[in-house]
């Protein structure tokens, strides 16, 4: 069974700091990691996608990828009382086609 | 930008009804999908469609549910018999080889 975990929450923060998500994955295979970001009653956004192991920077969010532990994080900077939402962790792997896994998220709370 | 577009945005039926729920994906893109979540739960997969047919599905996508792609726009899911438990928000996504893009929702409920 392929699963992705994810830490609940909620993880709060303070308006300014770095907030810091994680994500496990037991599909070896998986080869595409993606984070979105939903806000309550909404529809999954992409944030970012990350297909190689090592950072990938955009804007305010880094993600991080080490196949090795099977670990994908994504780091935002200068967290916003707007960034306020729960952050979906998605894995596809190449023998389960083009379908996304999800893990449950994480809550994210920054406080102004 | 473009955008997935589904409707309604809100469905409610009584169970035993059937239900179709629409989309409007992405124009250009070749691969579609239906998800659904349950409140308070995780967003899970139910189907994907590749050149008018389906190329995955989950264990969730038993008998009772069926796509189709009647025309060269819309991408419907029909759910046969609503039972209470089908009860969630689907999700149409769409992608042209890697990420995907999900639509706004329909949020389905059974009484």
């Known amino acids: 069974q392929k699963e992705v975990e994810q830490n609940s929450g909620p993880l709060s923060v303070p308006e300014g700091a770095i907030a810091s998500l994680n994500c496990t994955y037991s599909?070896?295979?998986?080869?595409?990691f993606f984070w979105y970001r939903q806000y309550s009653g909404k529809s999954p956004e992409l944030i970012m996608s990350?297909?190689?192991?090592g950072d990938k920077e955009d804007g305010r969010f880094t993600a991080q990828l080490n196949k090795a532990s099977q670990y994908v994080s994504l780091l935002i900077r200068d967290s916003q009382p707007s960034d306020s939402a729960t952050y979906l962790c998605?894995?596809?792997?190449?023998?389960?086609?083009?379908?996304?896994?999800f893990g449950k998220g994480t809550t994210l709370s920054v406080s102004s | 930008e473009p955008e997935v577009t589904q409707t309604p945005s809100h469905q409610v039926t009584q169970m035993g009804q059937e239900v179709i729920l629409r989309c409007v994906p992405i124009?250009?893109?070749?691969?579609f999908y239906w998800y659904r979540q349950i409140l308070g739960q995780k967003v899970e997969f139910l189907v994907s469609?590749?050149?008018?047919?389906?190329?995955?599905k989950s264990e969730i996508f038993d008998d009772q549910f069926s796509v189709e792609r009647p025309d060269g726009s819309n991408f419907t899911l029909k759910i046969r018999s609503t039972k209470l438990e089908d009860s969630a928000m689907y999700f149409c996504?769409?992608?042209?080889?890697?990420?995907?893009?999900f639509g706004n929702g329909t949020r389905l409920t059974v009484t």
């Open positions: 990350i297909y190689s192991n």
């Open positions: 124009s250009n893109h070749l691969y």
């Open positions: 599909d070896r295979v998986s080869q595409s």
């Open positions: 998605a894995v596809r792997s190449a023998q389960a086609g083009t379908a996304l896994i």
């Open positions: 996504a769409s992608s042209e080889e890697g990420t995907a893009h």
């Open positions: 469609f590749y050149n008018n047919e389906i190329s995955e």
